[in-house]
């Protein structure tokens, strides 16, 4: 951790903006300290807006797909992700989970000092104070997503107090300090929460206080303590916090005509289904960075060098809702169908299924998202109010109330249809957690929360990763240690490696079982 944060006390004068295209200009490192840097609400804001720009990275949404069971090897794969995450291989070399636990702490760092210094900095008047306060709850917001993050990759067991999950980080670090470990899963769960309280006391003391999708907001914190709980298997007070957002933040469930806008223009009415984004400008449009951009080279259509496509096994299911706008969002209607795919001599060529769910289209193949100069690119979706509804159908899973799920999920397949749904029945419990982890499967397909799902509900469910045989023995695609066998439930790549920068630059801490 050491080195990480040299690398983020060094940078982190640099206050990038990811959200307000006034706050473009940046302090330049080495003229100012934070100290002399960080004196008005307007300098908060750019730190603020740089916390969320370096939270826009898509490698979690694009490991997760890979890694399970979204994605099959595209028709213009150039060798990615064949001989590393597609066949499960994790070292702690590997680039992603480097990614992601660079990326996170980044981000927490600069969050870290927005809750430092918004109580040094003296408002100009009452409108300023408040200001002030949002971006503290803001930050306490952020850092508490933060470190659910790291808790949920990292750790092995979600659910055990006494796991290990990765380094606290609730304070300023300094050069001066050389060893940071790894503390308990039961440290993180109180800081996380304790974080979300403090930010819903500063949320509901702000007057004419009005939650922004755009920001962290009141209804995320609700929410992320629904996520975090669900997380920890306390599903008495998941529930709880599920329902709190459900019936207190007016946002509802989005019909077949906005959840599209939700996905392909950004541009859905308000207070439908989106909790909370990470918003993209089109000065930001760049093929490293776009979240579509993250399984093709240029589009999300037949012609957009698709590198990862839907797979076989995810197709599959969509193909038996053909009503269900699921469908039609996820693939696109440029997609090339094989009806005789499993016996395709040429698999790769003859079924293309093609990712739109980032910037497609309804019709054709003119996509919203582009990579070209100034052009749209989507907002990233962190949490939607659907998944509420999923964790509150966990819950009464949980206990042992099959009726109860049916009457949870009911209200998403009636918002994705379009038409009110027979409620769900279920013979077993386990039948009934299958269809939550089915509907999840479903509903967040590429916004990065397979691999997590997985890890914590799969052998409830008594399923494994689903990949179809196309997708890794055909006679054109023919990747053996693809095969979903190779990686049980019990594999200790659920937890991912402590990244090998770390383990260098700081002795102290305690790499994950199995690397």
Same mark, same amino acid.
């Given at each position: 951790?050491?080195?990480?944060?040299?690398?983020?006390?060094?940078?982190?004068?640099?206050?990038?903006?990811?959200?307000?295209?006034?706050?473009?200009?940046?302090?330049?490192?080495?003229?100012?300290?934070?100290?002399?840097?960080?004196?008005?609400?307007?300098?908060?804001?750019?730190?603020?807006?740089?916390?969320?720009?370096?939270?826009?990275?898509?490698?979690?949404?694009?490991?997760?797909?890979?890694?399970?069971?979204?994605?099959?090897?595209?028709?213009?794969?150039?060798?990615?992700?064949?001989?590393?995450?597609?066949?499960?291989?994790?070292?702690?070399?590997?680039?992603?989970?480097?990614?992601?636990?660079?990326?996170?702490?980044? @981000? #927490?760092?600069?969050? /870290?000092?927005?809750?430092? =210094?918004?109580?040094?900095?003296?408002? *100009? $008047?009452?409108?300023? &104070?408040?200001?002030?306060?949002?971006?503290?709850?803001?930050?306490?917001?952020?850092?508490?997503?933060?470190?659910?993050?790291?808790?949920?990759?990292?750790?092995?067991?979600?659910?055990?107090?006494?796991?290990?999950?990765?380094?606290?980080?609730?304070?300023?670090?300094?050069?001066?300090?050389?060893?940071?470990?790894?503390?308990?899963?039961?440290?993180?769960?109180?800081?996380?929460?304790?974080?979300?309280?403090? @930010? #819903?006391?500063?949320? /509901?003391?702000?007057?004419? =206080?009005?939650?922004?999708?755009?920001? *962290? $907001?009141?209804?995320? &914190?609700?929410?992320?303590?629904?996520?975090?709980?669900?997380?920890?298997?306390?599903?008495?007070?998941?529930?709880?916090?599920?329902?709190?957002?459900?019936?207190?933040?007016?946002?509802?469930?989005?019909?077949?005509?906005?959840?599209?806008?939700?996905?392909?223009?950004?541009?859905?009415?308000?207070?439908?289904?989106?909790?909370?984004?990470?918003?993209?400008?089109?000065?930001?449009?760049?093929?490293?960075?776009?979240?579509?951009?993250?399984?093709?080279?240029?589009?999300?259509?037949?012609?957009?060098?698709?590198?990862?496509?839907?797979?076989?096994?995810?197709?599959?299911?969509?193909?038996?809702?053909?009503?269900?706008?699921?469908?039609?969002?996820?693939?696109?209607?440029?997609?090339?169908?094989?009806?005789?795919?499993?016996?395709?001599?040429?698999?790769?060529?003859?079924?293309?299924?093609?990712?739109?769910?980032?910037?497609?289209?309804?019709?054709?193949?003119?996509?919203?998202?582009?990579?070209?100069?100034?052009?749209?690119?989507?907002?990233?979706?962190?949490?939607?109010?659907?998944?509420?509804?999923?964790?509150?159908?966990?819950?009464?899973?949980?206990?042992?109330?099959?009726?109860?799920?049916?009457?949870?999920?009911?209200?998403?397949?009636?918002?994705?249809?379009?038409?009110?749904?027979?409620?769900?029945?279920?013979?077993?419990?386990?039948?009934?957690?299958?269809?939550?982890?089915?509907?999840?499967?479903?509903?967040?397909?590429?916004?990065?929360?397979?691999?997590?799902?997985?890890?914590?509900?799969?052998?409830?469910?008594?399923?494994?990763?689903?990949?179809?045989?196309?997708?890794?023995?055909?006679?054109?695609?023919?990747?053996?240690?693809?095969?979903?066998?190779?990686?049980?439930?019990?594999?200790?790549?659920?937890?991912?490696?402590?990244?090998?920068?770390?383990?260098?630059?700081?002795?102290?801490?305690?790499?994950?079982?199995?690397?």
């Amino acid at each position: 951790m050491k080195k990480i944060f040299i690398y983020i006390t060094f940078v982190s004068g640099l206050l990038l903006t990811s959200c307000d295209s006034d706050l473009l200009t940046p302090f330049t490192p080495g003229s100012l300290t934070e100290e002399t840097a960080i004196t008005q609400s307007s300098d908060l804001q750019k730190l603020m807006n740089s916390t969320y720009n370096i939270l826009s990275d898509r490698s979690e949404v694009v490991f997760s797909s890979v890694f399970t069971d979204e994605v099959g090897i595209g028709y213009a794969n150039g060798g990615q992700g064949l001989t590393s995450e597609y066949i499960f291989l994790l070292i702690p070399s590997s680039k992603t989970p480097a990614n992601i636990w660079v990326n996170t702490y980044s @981000a #927490l760092a600069r969050a /870290n000092r927005v809750i430092q =210094y918004a109580d040094q900095i003296i408002p *100009a $008047n009452t409108t300023d &104070a408040a200001l002030i306060s949002k971006l503290k709850a803001e930050a306490l917001t952020i850092r508490a997503y933060g470190h659910l993050k790291i808790l949920s990759y990292y750790s092995p067991n979600p659910k055990d107090d006494n796991a290990l999950a990765g380094i606290l980080a609730n304070k300023v670090f300094t050069f001066d300090e050389k060893e940071n470990p790894r503390v308990t899963n039961g440290v993180f769960y109180a800081q996380i929460h304790k974080d979300l309280d403090d @930010a #819903l006391l500063i949320y /509901n003391g702000i007057s004419n =206080y009005t939650a922004d999708n755009k920001m *962290a $907001n009141k209804n995320f &914190a609700k929410g992320l303590k629904a996520r975090a709980y669900a997380y920890k298997g306390d599903y008495i007070n998941a529930e709880k916090w599920a329902d709190e957002v459900i019936n207190t933040s007016q946002i509802t469930l989005a019909n077949p005509v906005d959840y599209r806008k939700i996905f392909f223009t950004d541009n859905e009415p308000a207070n439908k289904e989106v909790i909370f984004r990470l918003k993209r400008t089109p000065q930001q449009n760049t093929q490293l960075t776009n979240l579509h951009n993250g399984w093709c080279s240029i589009a999300p259509n037949i012609d957009g060098s698709p590198f990862y496509e839907v797979s076989r096994s995810l197709f599959n299911l969509l193909d038996q809702r053909p009503t269900d706008v699921r469908r039609n969002v996820i693939v696109a209607p440029s997609s090339i169908i094989d009806p005789n795919y499993a016996t395709s001599a040429d698999y790769r060529n003859s079924d293309k299924l093609i990712i739109q769910k980032h910037g497609g289209t309804e019709s054709g193949s003119v996509t919203a998202a582009t990579t070209s100069t100034n052009g749209f690119n989507n907002d990233f979706k962190i949490m939607r109010i659907s998944e509420m509804y999923l964790i509150k159908a966990e819950a009464r899973a949980n206990a042992g109330d099959l009726a109860g799920v049916g009457l949870a999920l009911k209200p998403i397949l009636d918002a994705r249809f379009g038409v009110v749904q027979i409620t769900p029945l279920y013979s077993n419990i386990t039948a009934a957690w299958a269809d939550i982890l089915k509907e999840r499967r479903l509903e967040l397909a590429y916004e990065g929360h397979r691999f997590i799902d997985i890890k914590r509900l799969a052998t409830k469910a008594n399923v494994t990763i689903d990949r179809n045989p196309a997708d890794y023995s055909s006679s054109s695609s023919d990747y053996p240690a693809a095969n979903p066998v190779n990686l049980p439930n019990n594999s200790y790549k659920f937890a991912l490696p402590i990244p090998q920068d770390e383990l260098n630059a700081n002795p102290g801490i305690i790499q994950n079982p199995g690397y």
